[in-house]
């Protein structure tokens, strides 16, 4: 790669292009820049850890004590957002691509007539950018303010960090709802103009994500910047449905959402007035499990239908704001977002595991990545569909065995003994039964896998031998949003 094309490549992740050089006529002419970015991600996230590792005696990669400046980045929360990221990218082998075929759809037959796109012209490429960026507003927006759409959203807020990899924490169900917002851009803008306009948008807001990057002066007026989406992602009250800018800020000024970062002396006047972001739920889910994060919402919704009186009311809970409960105004009452207590921030989830068990968490995480991420390259060009589909469960399955570690679950070891016993029962399958046809070269590395997956049974076999239901230091308590709620409806 040249040192113009790298150039270019980082560009990207600040919408920092050449308008001419990123114009196409057909969408299959359009690059993968999303995909093509994952170096810039795993960068990214490299350079905030070294930052951690160095900075102020590495106070920010310590377990949180209840400090505001400890607690940034932790093994088990970056598992989880990682892992959320990637369901959500093998989920269109499920489930499809429903935006671009819609998208399409409406180009071909209902497009405004006199529309030609065969040449660049600047003018229109500026005005797909301001289109897709208004939006992508109106989506957020709609996601914060509507309980169904924040079943899917919540998932990117579900973090109690801020960091490179809390941007990959994606929603799978967020794919198959926000897409509906985009469809009138079809009746103006090309569908390869959006693609490009659409993953440019994207990429911009991933480094955001970070608590390192200070407020950037008067860019706060224009653009989405880290200090402006840090106060998005807060819990704070001052925090709430605030910010929802993709690319610009201007939106949010205009339309009445914005709020600055309340930091000493850029915003407000004394040091006693400063108030730190306190990120993630204002009910935590407290898990690690993607299957949790992915659909834990709208479990709560459905528990909220059963016992909320009433048609009309039911019909609030799934379309009225996350926090509207009967009696209240349509996104709910801000007075009943728990205060943050400036001098005891709230303690973040982590459990404590002995010291082995995060070592084998590593260790299989990055088994776990290496697959997902060669499955998303190239592999799913050359296996068929079935064989995808298959990959994409195994690896699921290894994200939710894990999780149930990192929760510290007493059962959790049996269900990961399961999951190895398994994968070396299936790997042994693959390698001497001839039921694949492999190289020999292919062969030794499915029997490498097997023997891995031979010595983690092992592992993982003797520890619930020696240590039995004693095997984890702490056993987490779980979120008690749902009685929360329901003690609301009771007393209304």
């Given at each position: 790669m040249t040192a113009i094309k790298i150039a270019e490549s980082l560009g990207r992740m600040f919408y920092l292009v050449s308008p001419s050089r990123h114009f196409f006529v057909t969408q299959d002419e359009v690059e993968p820049y999303v995909s093509d970015a994952t170096i810039w991600?795993?960068?990214?996230?490299?350079?905030?850890?070294?930052?951690?590792?160095?900075?102020?005696?590495?106070?920010?990669?310590?377990?949180?004590?209840?400090?505001w400046d400890q607690g940034k980045y932790r093994m088990n929360d970056m598992i989880g957002s990682l892992g959320a990221g990637s369901v959500q990218q093998m989920s269109r082998f499920f489930?499809?691509?429903?935006?671009?075929?819609?998208?399409?759809?409406?180009?071909?037959n209902y497009r405004l007539p006199g529309l030609a796109?065969?040449?660049?012209h600047l003018p229109t490429w500026v005005g797909c950018f301001l289109a897709t960026d208004f939006m992508y507003y109106w989506f957020h927006r709609a996601a914060h303010e509507v309980n169904l759409f924040w079943a899917g959203h919540s998932v990117h807020h579900s973090s109690e960090y801020y960091n490179a990899t809390t941007a990959l924490r994606q929603s799978l169900a967020?794919?198959?709802?926000s897409f509906v917002f985009n469809l009138p851009l079809a009746f103006v803008f090309s569908p390869a103009q959006f693609a490009v306009h659409t993953q440019l948008n994207l990429l911009f807001q991933f480094w955001i994500h970070t608590e390192i990057v200070p407020r950037m002066g008067w860019l706060e007026y224009i653009i989405n910047t880290p200090s402006a989406h840090r106060v998005h992602h807060g819990r704070n009250p001052y925090c709430i449905d605030k910010n929802y800018?993709?690319?610009?800020?201007?939106?949010?000024?205009?339309?009445?959402?914005?709020?600055d970062e309340r930091i000493y002396p850029d915003v407000v006047a004394t040091k006693e007035?400063?108030?730190?972001?306190?990120?993630g739920l204002t009910h935590p889910i407290n898990t690690f499990d993607p299957v949790a994060i992915q659909l834990?919402?709208?479990?709560?919704?459905?528990?909220?239908?059963?016992?909320?009186?009433?048609l009309a009311n039911k019909f609030k809970v799934v379309f009225y704001g996350p926090g509207w409960h009967p009696g209240t105004p349509r996104t709910g009452l801000l007075s009943e977002i728990p205060d943050v207590d400036l001098k005891n921030p709230p303690k973040k989830y982590d459990p404590v595991l002995p010291r082995k068990f995060n070592y084998y968490?590593?260790?299989?995480?990055?088994?776990?990545?290496?697959?997902?991420?060669?499955?998303?390259?190239?592999?799913?060009?050359?296996?068929?569909?079935?064989?995808?589909?298959?990959?994409?469960?195994?690896?699921?399955?290894?994200?939710?065995?894990?999780?149930?570690?990192?929760?510290?679950?007493?059962?959790?070891?049996?269900?990961?003994?399961?999951?190895t016993l398994t994968f070396f029962l299936l790997a042994e399958f693959v390698a001497r039964s001839g039921f694949y046809k492999q190289t020999y070269w292919q062969r030794r590395g499915t029997l490498c896998v097997a023997d891995t997956f031979f010595v983690s049974t092992l592992f993982i076999g003797w520890n619930i031998y020696k240590l039995g239901s004693t095997w984890a230091t702490v056993v987490p308590t779980l979120s008690k949003k749902g009685q929360d709620v329901k003690d609301k409806i009771k007393t209304n």
């Open positions: 991600f795993l960068f990214f996230i490299a350079a905030e850890l070294i930052y951690f590792s160095i900075a102020d005696k590495r106070k920010g990669l310590k377990r949180h004590d209840g400090k489930l499809g691509s429903l935006q671009m075929v819609t998208y399409n759809y409406i180009w071909d796109f065969e040449t660049f967020q794919t198959y709802t800018a993709g690319t610009l800020i201007i939106w949010d000024r205009m339309f009445g959402t914005y709020a007035e400063e108030e730190p972001v306190a990120y834990g919402h709208f479990q709560h919704i459905w528990n909220m239908l059963w016992i909320t009186p009433g968490i590593a260790a299989h995480f990055a088994i776990v990545m290496v697959v997902g991420s060669a499955l998303l390259g190239e592999l799913y060009k050359i296996l068929p569909l079935h064989y995808t589909q298959a990959i994409c469960v195994a690896f699921l399955v290894s994200l939710v065995s894990l999780a149930k570690i990192m929760d510290a679950k007493e059962y959790g070891l049996k269900i990961e003994l399961a999951r």
